[in-house]
């Protein structure tokens, strides 16, 4: 396998950049994990297993509040359902492409990586494919790595501090970043009215009506703007 | 051990969004009222999990001023600089002022 060394360094470098703003997520993980009451090293593994941000602080927070297993991994496969956009948009590239690459490309395929390759489809495979694993192994062994120094600092961090309170504030974060056009705001308040209605549901199952409902509403409203 | 299967779970459907169209489907498109409906994912999910993290189980309201105040600092600065480590930054100092003026 020739391996285009000047590639792999444009993929790293583009990476970094990139992955500074993941900085404080992956901490607030490692915090929230910290904070969980969760074995550490199960909570760890999954920077590894699941590998994606949003969907590993909805899942530890979840199942750290004492929310029913299956409310906290059915609202965490909500938010990771984007990403079968990004297997859509880059399937075509990949039928270029080797089976084992095929295999293990969508492993690393999250928001950050696809953002770096998908303006890069047509290019040669060999080059694509060197190109996609400098970004991807950046990304994925920082991330285990941040997430790790947060669940070590995480217990160090005088408990007056309150810093779980970050984990509300980067989803408020994360909310008001992703709205970009009033059918989003729809679908933001019809995700946050049914939760709070459905709250006496048990185990924190009105959450994924929420987020069913949010969905509904957002989809509606998208057709009420296009007439 | 419910926590470990939890999080398999999660990693498997994972791979599963990310792999079909480039494994199984590749000659398939994503039906348009699909693709509609995954944009509106990210903020009805955001704001359901921020209201369920501010509730406790019967439906109360969980939160003093200091915490309602940092929220919406956050989100303030959040669609100003677009920037998460500001978002963060402020939120907290904001929390942490309010919470040692009361």
């Known amino acids: 396998m020739s391996v285009d060394r000047s590639v ?10 990139l992955f500074v703003p993941a900085v404080p997520f992956g901490l607030v993980i490692g915090l929230a994990i910290a904070d969980s009451g969760m074995n550490l090293l199960v909570g760890w593994s999954s920077s590894s297993i699941v590998f994606a941000g949003a969907a590993q602080l909805t899942l530890i927070t979840l199942l750290g509040s004492g929310a029913a297993a299956v409310a906290a991994v059915g609202t965490a496969l909500v938010v990771n359902a984007r990403h079968l956009m990004y297997s859509a948009a880059l399937a075509p590239a990949f039928q270029r492409q080797p089976a084992w ?15 770096l390759v998908a303006v890069r489809p047509e290019e040669e495979p060999d080059r694509f494919r060197t190109y996609y694993l400098a970004v991807g192994a950046t990304f994925w062994s920082l991330w285990l790595a941040v997430t790790a120094l947060g669940i070590v600092i995480g217990p160090v961090i005088p408990e007056e501090w309150n810093l779980e309170f970050a ?29 709070y209605l459905a709250a006496g549901l048990p185990n924190r199952t009105g959450l994924l009506a929420g987020a069913i409902v949010g969905i509904l509403a957002g989809t509606f409203a998208e057709r009420y703007r296009d007439g | 051990m419910g926590d470990l299967i939890a999080v398999l779970v999660v990693g498997l459907g994972s791979y599963l969004f990310r792999s079909i169209f480039i494994l199984a489907l590749a000659n398939r498109r994503i039906p348009d009222q699909v693709l509609v409906g995954l944009r509106f994912v990210a903020p009805a999910v955001m704001a359901a999990l921020v209201v369920a993290l501010l509730t406790d189980s019967e439906g109360n309201v969980a939160i003093g001023l200091p915490e309602a105040t940092a929220l919406l600092v956050g989100g303030a600065v959040a669609q100003t600089t677009k920037n998460h480590i500001w978002t963060l930054f402020a939120g907290m100092t904001v929390f942490w002022v309010v919470q040692a003026l009361l």
């Open chain 1, 101 to 115: 690459f095929r295999r293990l490309g969508p492993y690393l395929l999250i928001d950050q990586v696809f953002a």
């Open chain 1, 8 to 17: 792999a360094r444009q993929g790293v470098t583009d990476a970094l950049p």
């Open chain 1, 167 to 195: 984990v509300p504030i980067l989803f408020v974060g994360l909310l008001v970043l992703g709205i970009d056009r009033w059918p989003k705001v729809v679908a933001a308040l019809g995700g946050a009215a049914t939760t």
